[in-house]
Nanobody, 115 residues
Framework: QVQLVESGGGLVQAGGSLRLSCAAS????????MAWYRQVPGKQREFVAR???????NYADSVEGRFTISRDNAKKMVYLQMNGLKPEDTALYYC?????????WGQGTQVTVSS
């Protein structure tokens, strides 16, 4: 059974930084693509960033150049470093992972950016 647990959310002023963490259980972590998504109430969940097993990354246009996704396979951790935060980054951030053909989600961590 795979579990994903996010942490690191909080309240920050515009222009500030936060680092989100996602702790994963389950075997063969290093082989699996991991991602971050976010969701605002009343809107669809949207893609933020992804890191593949070969560490190739891709980002949503809205966060490119400000956010950095990384992973530590030995610790089974995924991180999202968020710099230059904007009020429009306010959302519930979810960790996502794919094991085989099954997609897993964490419970989310709230990020609130004040103007």
């Amino acid at each position: 059974q795979v579990q994903l647990v996010e942490s690191g959310g909080g309240l920050v002023q515009a222009g500030g930084s936060l680092r989100l963490s996602c702790a994963a259980s389950g075997s063969l972590f290093s082989y699996n693509p991991m991602a971050w998504y976010r969701q605002v109430p009343g809107k669809q969940r949207e893609f933020v960033a992804r890191i593949r097993s070969d560490r190739l990354t891709n980002y949503a246009d809205s966060v490119e150049g400000r956010f950095t996704i990384s992973r530590d396979n030995a610790k089974k951790m995924v991180y999202l470093q968020m710099n230059g935060l904007k009020p429009e980054d306010t959302a519930l951030y979810y960790c996502n992972g794919i094991w085989g053909t099954t997609e897993y989600w964490g419970q989310g961590t709230q990020v609130t950016v004040s103007s």
